[in-house]
Nanobody
Framework: QVQLIESGGGLVQAGGSLRLSCEAS?????????MGWFRQAPGKEREFVAQ????????LYADSVKGRFTISRNSAKNTIYLQMNSLKPEDTAIYYC?????????????????WGQGTQITVSS
């Protein structure tokens, strides 16, 4: 089994920055897993934010966060990060970390196998 624990959420003013972390653990976790971030705002479906391959060199972003968010990973620590800059009120959501046993795939929540509990991000205007 794989456990994903997110941290770093909170309240921030528009234009501010936050960094989320997600630490993976478990006997079956592999550093070769694709990792991703998704978010879900109240009354909306869960949406893709960013994903990163096992090497850390290949990334993909949703258009809504491109140029503002950066995903990275430290495989030695089994941890991925989401650096969020220039935050907007519309970024307010619960952010989820996810792991996929495949090394790459489409940015679909259905392809991910493991999920964290989520961490709340609130951006005030």
């Amino acid at each position: 089994q794989v456990q994903l624990i997110e941290s770093g959420g909170g309240l921030v003013q528009a234009g501010g920055s936050l960094r989320l972390s997600c630490e993976a653990s478990g006997r079956t976790f592999s550093s070769r897993y694709r990792m991703g971030w998704f978010r879900q705002a109240p009354g909306k479906e869960r949406e893709f934010v960013a994903q990163i391959d096992w090497s850390g060199r290949v990334t993909l972003y949703a258009d809504s966060v491109k140029g503002r968010f950066t995903i990275s990973r430290n495989s030695a620590k089994n941890t991925i990060y989401l650096q969020m800059n220039s935050l907007k009120p519309e970024d307010t959501a619960i952010y989820y970390c996810a792991a996929d046993v495949s090394t790459w795939g489409t940015p679909s929540a259905a392809e991910y196998d493991y999920w964290g509990q989520g961490t709340q991000i609130t951006v005030s205007s």
